[in-house]
């Protein structure tokens, strides 16, 4: 059993994203564009100014739409594209007041979402060929999990679970108020049979007990690398071993090599920088 898997947001999910989007940014009106012809009609070229991956195609689709039907807008690159500096992203034709109003809530969209692809892409790069799984976390920000965690395999990296319904992810706190890893894991599976039971550990003494309690996933809390490989050893078969805590870009490759199964990394949607990118009306 696996906490790892694929998040893909609903049109729903999206819905409700640009909606929320476009309340904070129009309220009751776009006054400046306003100031522009009603039947003034223009053509737009979103371009990145930065290489990166590319993310976030739907949103932008239901945020012209939802600003003016009449938009129209063709793609030249895709999501989980890889993009170079001043590759063109697509093209939009329609009313000037709509595509105007629209520009700034598209643009956040694929601009935070392609740059939480993009470091992504480059953490995945850094344990090519290693065989492990890099996770995100619940680290997202307020509103856009589902969006951000759709990112996440565009560019490359896994899913954790999304939230605190679809997994248990037990931690220090609730084995000391459960009374102990065994009490903590037996009241998961009676709570909630079939889901899967992760343990955060802290020492190998703790390992073995995450293990004789049955968990399906171990979580290796800020482990030296020499205690990764020996709960790797000891573990074998019986349970995948995620490691987790100061995890950086030049520590990311060794643990990677330790042969734990995942490396769970705060930073893949928390400490993203957005792409770069620019409309230009034509």
Known sequence: MTTSHKVTPTPQQIRENILAALSEDIGDGDITAQLIPAD???????????????????????????????????????????????????????PARGLLTAERAAL??????????????????????????????RKTIPGLRIAQKYAVHCGGCHNHRVGLYDAFLIKENHINACGG??????????????KSVEVEVESLNELEQGLAAGADRIMLDNFSLEDMRAAVAATGARA??????????????????????????????????ALDLSMRLL
Not at 252 to 268: K, N
Request: hydrophobic share 40%.
């Open 240 to 273: 995948e071993l995620e490691a987790s805590g100061n995890v950086t870009d030049e520590t990311l490759r060794p643990i990677a090599e330790t042969g734990v199964d995942y490396i769970s990394i705060g930073a893949l949607t928390k400490n993203c920088k």
């Open 181 to 194: 890893i065994v009490h903590a894991v037996l009241a998961a599976r009676e709570n909630a049979p079939g």
């Open 40 to 94: 003034a009609r223009s053509d737009g070229l979103v371009i990145t100014r930065e290489a990166g991956v590319m993310c976030g195609q739907a949103w932008v689709d239901a945020v012209f739409a939802e600003v003016d039907s009449s938009i129209s807008l063709e793609w030249l690159a895709h999501d989980g594209d890889r993009l170079s500096a001043n590759d063109s992203l697509f093209t939009v034709s329609g």
């Open 108 to 137: 956040n969209f694929l601009q935070l979402l392609s740059g939480t692809a993009s470091i992504c892409n480059y953490y995945a790069s850094l344990v090519e060929g290693t065989g492990v799984k890099l996770l995100d976390t």
